[in-house]
């Protein structure tokens, strides 16, 4: 039995996995991992008296601090490693089909169509809120159980090789890109490195027998499913989402919904059971919501923002039907050399709606203000935003709150 089959066998004794020491539930395996700033180690010891029943440690300190606790702990060479190949055996044990989604722009949003669809048919498991990276893929997969019939599993990405890392640990039968947008542009070192990082989902799946959910109108994603001469490929047109009622904001939306009724359609869900889940879908985290309050209409898009999320959410305000508009744009992160230009070009697209307020969050637009001369009021922070609200108060407007989840607009919502 090697290490793997071993840790599994302990996994199989334990309610869940937690790689907290403070959230560990009764009976789970707590997996101690490093980071830049923290050493789960060090809490092995707390983690089993808290109610963990083993942990996995890659440090011989918490065996030698209490040898008494010895037998309830597993050593390995790598925890984070440990942690990503369990979820790939836990995985292969459950056999399920599962359909991964990645993309610049409406990763979340299509995930919780597409569970909700597919959940009219099956058990569905699908990604809790963001653990979709390197560690909150594998606690993904190692959450779902032998009722789980279906999973659906986020995965983001800052860089290439990310995608195909998680790939190689979820290992998708099926796949959706959203989309290929301007984001994480210093990770991915531009436009054609978010091609190729995206693309690594394509890769695994035309290397491996699965299959992709494709639209017809989208001309890049169409390019990259044909580079890969083994890929299957669903195509669909968006205009199957034509006519369905959401509560989704902005138009930007309508490719999120068709592709949660191409995989619908794939597997033999009725299409007005499909339109009833969508219809039943209300977002309630940060995106693309519609918040009706005392003074003011919202729309509430703060997640997260890169120019591509930014110039859909602007062109939706553009064609908004409301007399008094307010844009409050926060910073877009991680953009590197691009950052200058793409801040400048998103306060252009900004500018050209008629008769409307701007008001900028961060030092980016800040400097694309000054470049531009613009008539716009720039705070640096949003508390200095949230106090400017507090002595002037906004009434009857129609506002879009848009920036990188780093600028936590959503701090003022209260005000407005």
Known sequence: MNDIEQLYDLFNECTGVATDSRNVSEGALFVALRGASFDGNKFVCAALEGG????????????????????????????????????????????????????????????ELVSRVLAEKFEVYATHGNLNNHIGVPLTLLAMTRDTEFGVVEMGASACGEIALLASISEPNYGIITNIGRAHLEGFGGEEGV???????????????????VPDEDATLMIMAAERENLAVEHYSRTIADGVVSHLEGEYNHANIAAAIAVGHFFDIPQERMADAIANYIPDNNRSQRVTSEHNVLIVDCYNANPSSMAAAIENMRTEQ???????????????????????????LALAIDDVEIFTVGANFREAARTLMADVKCFDNTAILGEYLTLNAMRGRTILLKGSRGMALEKIIEKL
């Open 195 to 213: 091609r190729k990082g995206k693309g690594e989902l394509f890769d695994f799946l035309a290397e491996n027998g699965g299959r992709a959910f």
């Open 322 to 348: 409301a007399e008094h508009k307010l844009l409050i744009l926060g910073d877009m992160l991680e953009l590197g050399e691009w950052s200058a230009e793409e801040h400048r070009h998103t306060l252009e």
């Open 52 to 111: 963990a029943k083993y942990a996995v440690t890659d440090s011989d300190e918490p065996a030698t601090e209490r040898p008494d606790l010895a037998e309830r702990i597993f050593r390995v060479d790598n925890s984070l490693e440990a942690l990503q190949a369990l979820a790939r055996e836990h995985r292969r044990r459950l056999a399920l089909p599962i359909i991964g989604i990645v993309g610049s722009n409406g990763k979340t949003t299509t995930k």
